[in-house]
Every structure is written in C-alpha cells, then in structure tokens.
C-alpha cells in the first residue's frame, strides 16, 4: 500500500487513527488531510433540515451525502456534498461527473474541513458548473456563491435563493 506523503499515513492507518482520536468516521483524502465526519451532532442536525426543506420546496433531483463529483479539469478531488441538488433527467457523464452540472451544493463546514470547503471545493464547484455554492458554517451562517453571476450573499439563521428557477429559503436556528 502506497503511502501518502503529505501525511505518511496509509489506508491501513485509519483502523488505528480511529481508536487513537476516539472518532467513528475517518477518511484520508487524497492528499493525506484526515477528514473526520460527522463532525458533530449538530453537523448531522444541520443537514437534514437542510435536506428537509429542500425537498419541501423543490420539484428537482435532492441527494443526501449521496453521488460522489470528481470535476473534470479540477483538482481530481472525490467530493461528497453534503446536500446536492439536481435538475430532472441528470445523467452520469464519465462516472463521476453530471450532466447538467448540479443545480445546488451545499457544504456544512465541519473544523476538519472547513478550510478546504473554502478553496478545493468552491474552486472545483466552481469549475465544474455548479449554479449555486451554500457553504453553511454552524451554528447558522449561510454564505451563498451564486456562480453565474459572481454574486456572494452572507447571512445569518436565512437565506432565500433561486434554484433552478424556484425560491427556495433555507433557515437553520442561530444557538
């Protein structure tokens, strides 16, 4: 097994990494950061109020920490959102890649990733055509990418966005 040089751990680490940090979930990413998730309850708590009321007002595709994105031409990096929301009749383009790209990504920030949810990320969902980047940092501020029209919107506890040409307002509570 090969070994990460940025981290020098290998797959066959993460047994051990798990019982030394005391967390369930743990992943090596490909550049050997460790990424811990759920990070909290309240990570876990954020994304189904989020997933809920995207599908209460949404007609369109919602995955859950579900379809893995690599962006062709991007930093080869295997995204799982943790919300992602897809126009009607998507389809798979080279296994890993959507077309038409993702309607909606929403990232909730978690202090193992929050860093690179603020630059690989955003740079690949950028790249890759996503309409709309929520970048959620608990406990309730929403930061909106809004790529086609390079428009950022900052709020707290609310946020209302078209998505794929219907309103949607996502609230999570401030405390």
């Known amino acids: 097994m090969a070994t990460l040089a940025t981290a020098g751990y290998t797959v066959d680490d993460l047994d051990w990494l ?21 990070a909290t309850d309240e990570h876990e708590t954020a994304a189904v109020m989020l997933a809920r009321q995207a599908i209460l007002q949404l ?27 897809l126009a009607e009749g998507w389809r798979r383009v080279d296994q890993v890649h959507f077309d038409p790209p993702p309607l909606l990504v929403i990232e909730i920030a978690s202090p193992s990733t929050r860093t690179v949810d603020r630059t690989r990320k955003l740079a690949d969902y950028r ?16 930061e909106a990418h809004i790529f086609g029209t390079g428009e950022v919107i900052t ?21």
């Open 127 to 142: 790249l890759g055509g996503a309409g709309i980047y929520l970048l959620v940092d608990l406990p309730a501020t929403l």
């Open 155 to 175: 709020a707290t506890g609310m946020i209302d966005l078209v998505v794929g040409g219907q309103p949607v307002r996502f609230s999570l509570p401030a405390s």
């Open 18 to 38: 798990r019982d030394e940090l005391g967390v369930a979930h743990l992943e090596l990413d490909p550049w050997g950061s460790l990424i811990v998730s759920p």
């Open 59 to 85: 007609s369109h595709v919602v995955s859950i920490n579900g379809y893995a994105w690599i962006v062709p031409g991007g930093t080869g990096y295997l995204m799982k959102p943790d919300l992602l929301v």
